[in-house]
Every structure is written in C-alpha cells, then in structure tokens.
C-alpha cells in the first residue's frame, strides 16, 4: 500500500485484550501507518508492538475514552483526519461516558469513515483491496429526501 492511513483504535477495558491480539497479528500492516488511540488502548498497544520488536513511533495517544478520548477521536472524524476506525466496544457492560461512544459511532458514519466493532470486521476492512486502488474515491453520503 503506497497511501499512508490514519487508523483510530479505541477498545473497552474488557475488550483490550481483544484489541492487543488483533493488533499484534497485524502489526506489520499497522506499523506502516499513523495509528490514533484512546489512551490506554495506544500505551498497551506501544507496549506489545516494543515487545514484538517493532518501533512505535507512529502512536498518537489522546485522553482515555471517560476523559474525552472518543470525543477527541470523534471531532477528528469531522476533521477528515481519520480513514478507518476500530472500536472494539463492550457491549455487555454499561459505559460512563455512552454519549461519547454513541457520538464517536455517529461521526464515523455521517463522514462516511469506515469503523470495525469486531475483529472479524476489522480484518476485512485491513485487508480491502480498495486501499490500494487508487482510483477508488469514496462517494460522500446524500442526505436528501427520498421521493416515491
């Protein structure tokens, strides 16, 4: 893949460790782009990249996601400066800061960002073919009033 990506990776506490496995089978396509995390989730996926070896330079960590980091991934959605989102979510257990979460979800899909919330869907949006097309150009969404 020739085109640099910037990769939101945002994980609940109980689906860490979900995150850090799928991130280390991965950490030879992720360690080729800019990765933006919450910040738990970026200081245990800097920690498991070091161990296998593998500089973690590219890791922006924000705030953790009950202090304002989805938040903060959220508005660079809006930005255009994310092109794929992971967000493995624990939906089992009720969140503190749901509205976050709800609008992080929401931004990615009016902006029309992809966004993985299992690792199933995570490995099919990495392993796309349309990241290296380059004469692949995502439509932006038509919000207009469908008429019978």
Wanted: some cysteine; glycine content about 6%; proline content about 4%.
């Amino acid at each position: 893949m020739n085109k640099k990506l910037t990769i939101a990776l945002v994980a609940h506490d109980k689906r860490k460790t979900d995150m850090i496995e799928w991130a280390v089978h991965n950490v030879h396509f992720l360690s080729g782009h800019n990765l933006v995390c919450t910040g738990t989730t970026g200081g245990l996926i800097r920690k498991a990249f070091e161990e296998q070896g593998v500089e973690a330079h590219n890791i922006k960590c924000m705030h953790s996601g009950p202090m304002g980091g989805d938040a903060e991934i959220a508005a660079m959605v809006v930005r255009k400066h994310i092109n794929l989102a992971i967000f493995l979510i624990d939906d089992l257990n009720p969140q503190p800061h749901e509205a976050d979460i709800q609008m992080l979800l929401r931004q990615c899909r009016v902006h029309n960002v992809p966004i993985a919330c299992n690792r199933y869907s995570a490995d099919l949006m990495l392993t796309s073919t349309l990241w290296d097309d380059d004469s692949y150009v995502p439509l932006e969404p038509k919000y207009v009033q469908f008429n019978r």
